[in-house]
């Protein structure tokens, strides 16, 4: 089994396609964490605020099976490949670790670069694997996140999956 982080984000109809993306992610994984969901401005391009959070799980798929299926997962949700890298979009989901695989694995630079490169991706990762070290540059989450000098602006909201309350505002 491996251990694998996605982030998740969204800024069409947020609360409907976080809960689906998190009601696929937990019929596939097992031992499903996750994060608090945050609010944050969208990056890259005028838009509508996302939401964004980070799931843990455990998989047996190879890293090439897990991907397609997230992007199928994404397809089913609306997603529109035809528009620019930074716009809107209903749903989101990146692979972040899978395991302790570094470098270019089956078209996906792992670790993910923008683990370190935006808030709503670090802030969440070190939520749930805080002592989890970057297999590049040997820092636990936490502390990359406590380092973390890039002026992005995100907040804790309330959000409900699952008949529960996974995350709540400050």
Request: aromatic content about 10%.
């Amino acid at each position: 089994m491996a251990r694998v982080y996605v982030s998740i984000g969204s800024n069409i109809d947020r609360e409907r396609h976080v809960c689906a993306a998190l009601d696929a992610l937990n019929e596939a994984g097992q031992n499903l964490q996750v994060s608090s969901v945050y609010e944050s401005e969208a990056v890259g391009f005028d838009g509508a605020p996302f939401y964004n959070l980070v799931a843990g799980f455990d998989t047996d798929w190879p890293l090439a099976t897990l991907n397609c299926w997230l992007k199928q997962v994404e397809d089913r949700n609306g997603r529109d490949r035809s528009h620019p890298k930074f716009s809107a979009r209903t749903l989101d989901i990146d692979v972040l670790l899978y395991d302790d695989l570094v470098g270019e694995c089956d078209g996906i630079q792992l670790p993910r670069p923008e683990i370190t490169e935006n808030a709503f991706v670090l802030r969440p990762l070190a939520e749930i694997a805080p002592s989890l070290k970057h297999p590049l540059l040997d820092q636990d989450f936490r502390s990359l996140w406590q380092s973390y000098q890039r002026h992005q602006k995100l907040w804790p909201v309330d959000f409900d999956w699952a008949g529960r309350r996974i995350s709540h505002s400050e």
